[in-house]
């Protein structure tokens, strides 16, 4: 076990390829699962370390081996020695700040991918980093937590004529990624009705909790925009320009598709970025009608109770020879001159549509 790093700015002065966990530590164990499988046979169990699935190096299975949690830096710095993996991608798998991309080596590939999770109660986005490491008949995922995200892989493989059981190890990469991207479309889903529920509420009530979901939701699609790029590009690697042997060309048909999926996703958070700025154009012009709205009633009122305060100013006047002051109807007539005055300017205002 080693200390773990909140920043990768706090490796400054270590040697390249230092081996040092960067991110944040969950309070979840640490395990091992190990998956291994072909058209005939499938097996799976926990290990403890990676020395009990080195036997399996000279088979002719695929196995999958899922390392959950990233603290214990002895279990990577196990993998690079015993299937002779570069210092500099071991040292990427513990940096949980990479952004998604894909190296190619002579016998592996390596791959970093950000799953995603919309929080419904803080409306945020989660990342979660996965790493992979395609070998020719390895493949290792690297988690910084455990959950069900993989879990429809695993219902796949206990199928005994599933095509994922009679394919190579490439294929197990493919439907992965699949998995993570699959992720990407859940959250598009969500944000779906986000944003319908934001928009509702701009249209009957805007309030300042209603600005300040649009601005949680601004500056999670910020994030979420700078990780879309490189998602492209890793896919449109994997698809077309890739060169690696390991990646069998049927199978780069599959990353043709997943790279469409990635395409429509970073589409849909280009055409958020234009509906939130919409958004808060209408919910300023929201609140400036509202205050018009308010503005007008008071002005309404404020005009019927001028000619009103005028008459009582005039005979509050303390001048000695005013008639009316004198004559035995004169309250009752200035409360219907009051009122006339008043229904007649409501009548008015309401022909003129002020109301």
């Not at 958070?269 to 958004?279: H, K, N, P, T, W």
Request: hydrophobic share 40%; charged share 25%; net charge negative.
């Amino acid at each position: 076990m080693s200390e773990s790093l909140s920043f990768a700015s706090e490796k400054s002065g270590l040697p390249p390829g230092s081996l040092v966990h960067v991110g944040e530590v969950h309070d979840y164990p640490h395990s091992i699962s190990l998956i291994n499988y072909n058209g005939t046979h499938l097996e799976k169990r926990t290990i403890q370390s990676i020395e009990e699935c080195l036997h399996y190096q000279n088979t002719d299975t695929i196995t999958w081996v899922v390392i959950n949690g990233l603290k214990d830096v002895s279990v990577i710095d196990a993998i690079g020695k015993h299937f002779n993996i570069h210092a500099l991608v071991l040292e990427d798998i513990l940096n949980t700040h990479q952004r998604p991309k894909l190296e190619e080596f002579n016998d592996y590939l390596f791959i970093v991918m950000k799953a995603v999770t919309l929080e419904d109660s803080t409306y945020s986005i989660s990342y979660e980093q996965i790493s992979l490491l395609l070998l020719s008949n390895f493949v290792f995922t690297f988690r910084e937590k455990p959950d069900a995200l993989f879990q429809p892989v695993i219902d796949r493989l206990n199928i005994p004529t599933s095509q994922l059981r009679n394919v190579g190890a490439d294929y197990l990469t493919y439907v992965l990624i699949d998995a993570i991207v699959d992720e990407y479309f859940t959250m598009q889903d969500n944000l779906d009705e986000l944003v319908e529920t934001v928009e509702d509420e701009l249209l009957v009530n805007p309030s300042t909790k209603t600005l300040a979901t649009i601005q949680k939701i601004r500056r999670e699609l910020i994030f979420l925009r700078r990780t879309m790029p490189p998602l492209r590009e890793l896919l449109k690697a994997l698809h077309r320009s890739s060169e690696s042997p390991l990646l069998e060309e049927r199978t780069r048909r599959y990353f043709g598709d997943v790279y469409d999926h990635v395409i429509r996703i970073s589409e849909s958070v280009e055409s958020y970025r234009d509906l939130i700025a919409s958004m808060l154009d209408i919910y300023l012009s929201s609140i400036s009608n509202k205050m018009n709205e308010t503005m007008k009633v008071l002005t309404v009122f404020a005009s019927i109770f001028i000619p009103l305060t005028f008459i009582a100013g005039v005979y509050g006047m303390n001048f000695e020879y005013m008639p009316e002051l004198k004559w035995r109807w004169g309250y009752p007539a200035l409360w219907c001159v009051f009122v006339s005055v008043s229904v007649s300017l409501l009548i008015y205002f309401k022909r003129k549509k002020w109301l």
